[in-house]
């Protein structure tokens, strides 16, 4: 799995490739930090060559949604796998940030 995390402004876009499972997850939490420690108020995930997203991955991304609000920030899929759609629309995550399909 890869992670490219770019800033332009109050956004910050994250592009996700592979499988986040608990083995990497540890790598998603390390960018997320990076995203909280800075002046971003969206994050732009692209998940649309992400292939599947463990629970540990679903779990941090929740985290950091419930952290991230609390500070004014919001967060945007703006691709998304077919595999990725369904999981969160099953998971009602698209009731909580747009989840947009690829």
């Known amino acids: 799995m ?4 770019s800033f332009s402004g109050n956004v910050a ?3 996700i490739d592979g499988i986040l499972n608990s083995e990497n997850a540890h790598l998603l939490q390390e960018k997320l930090d990076e995203v909280m420690k800075s002046d ?3 994050l732009e995930l692209d998940l649309f060559d992400c292939r599947n997203i463990s629970s ?3 779990g ?3 985290l950091f949604y419930k952290d991230f609000i609390s500070k004014g920030g919001d967060i945007e ?4 796998s077919n595999s990725v759609y369904e ?3 099953m998971l009602k995550l698209n009731q909580l940030f747009t989840v947009n399909l690829g």
Request: proline share 0%; hydrophobic share 50%.
């Open 13 to 15: 876009s994250m592009k």
């Open 2 to 5: 890869t992670i490219d995390l």
């Open 60 to 62: 941090k991304i929740l």
């Open 87 to 89: 999981l969160f629309s």
């Open 40 to 42: 971003a108020t969206l």
């Open 56 to 58: 540990t991955g679903i």
């Open 77 to 80: 899929v703006v691709r998304s």
